[in-house]
């Protein structure tokens, strides 16, 4: 079941979610991005892809990545590269997560930075995927 904001136009999840309403679009968040960043963003989206259907949840900060039952990731487009999220179901102990902190009872969401391509690879997606299943509901 999901509920849409009367006032913005959003849907979520959960009949009255708390949340800044807006409008923003990908398109947006993508304008004026390095040709590395956008490189990244674009390898990024490609192994979610992967995983099955999903949509994107633009903010006025970042670019959510939305499953059948919640946000499970997002990213942000910065000089460097993209800054961003996966809400985990267990707690992933690893150099490549900057920071690591509870989000609820069941999930830990694990902030990163994505600077070169090779760290999109086989581990990294596995992170991935594990953050999908938990957009769709198994986490």
């Not at 490609?46 to 099955?52: D, K, N, Q, S």
């Not at 939305?66 to 990731?73: L, T, V």
């Amino acid at each position: 079941m999901s509920w849409t904001c009367p006032q913005c136009g959003r849907t979520f999840a959960r009949s009255g979610q708390t949340h800044v309403c807006g409008s923003w679009t990908v398109n947006e968040h993508l304008e004026g991005a390095n040709e590395r960043t956008l490189d990244l963003f674009e390898r990024f989206v490609a192994i979610v892809e992967t995983c099955g259907p999903f949509e994107f949840a633009p903010t006025r900060r970042q670019i959510g990545v939305r499953g059948a039952r919640r946000i499970f990731a997002g990213v942000r487009l910065t000089k460097r590269g993209l800054e961003g999220y996966l809400d985990l179901p267990r707690r992933v102990e690893s150099p490549r997560f900057r920071h690591v902190a509870p989000y609820t009872k069941k999930l830990s969401v694990h902030h990163f930075v994505l600077e070169q391509p090779v760290e999109l690879d086989d581990e990294f997606a596995s992170w991935i995927r594990e953050s999908y299943a938990v957009g769709q509901g198994e986490a």
